[in-house]
Nanobody, 117 residues
Framework: QVQLQESGPGLVLPSQTLSVTCNVS????????WSWIRQLPGKGLEWMGA???????VYAPSLESRTSISGDTSKNTFTLHLTSVTPEDTAVYYC???????????WGQGTQVAVSS
């Protein structure tokens, strides 16, 4: 049974780096695609970026300058780092699995991260 579980800090100070990890069980990272998606308060889902088999990454253009995603196949995890956060980055952060056509088949339950002083 494939399961994804996000873990994050809960609260991050403005200008700091937000890091959220997705722990994957029941499957391996390769050869799938793994994305980070967030939901801002009162808004729809926003795709942030993805890591694909082989370690290649792609990012949403609006977030590319502040976003990095890395994977650890030995731990079966992948991690999102978002730098220079502001309160506008407060959101529920989700990880999800998909294929090349971005048809999502598994999601984590999401982790709430607030950016506040």
């Amino acid at each position: 049974q494939v399961q994804l579980q996000e873990s994050g800090p809960g609260l991050v100070l403005p200008s700091q780096t937000l890091s959220v990890t997705c722990n994957v069980s029941g499957t391996t990272l390769n050869p799938f695609y793994w994305s980070w998606i967030r939901q801002l308060p009162g808004k729809g889902l926003e795709w942030m970026g993805a890591i694909v088999s082989g370690g290649n990454v792609v990012y949403a253009p609006s977030l590319e300058s502040r976003t990095s995603i890395s994977g650890d196949t030995s731990k079966n995890t992948f991690t999102l780092h978002l730098t220079s956060v502001t309160p506008e980055d407060t959101a529920v952060y989700y990880c999800a699995r998909h294929g090349i056509r971005f048809v999502y088949d598994y999601w984590g339950q999401g982790t709430q991260v607030a950016v506040s002083s």
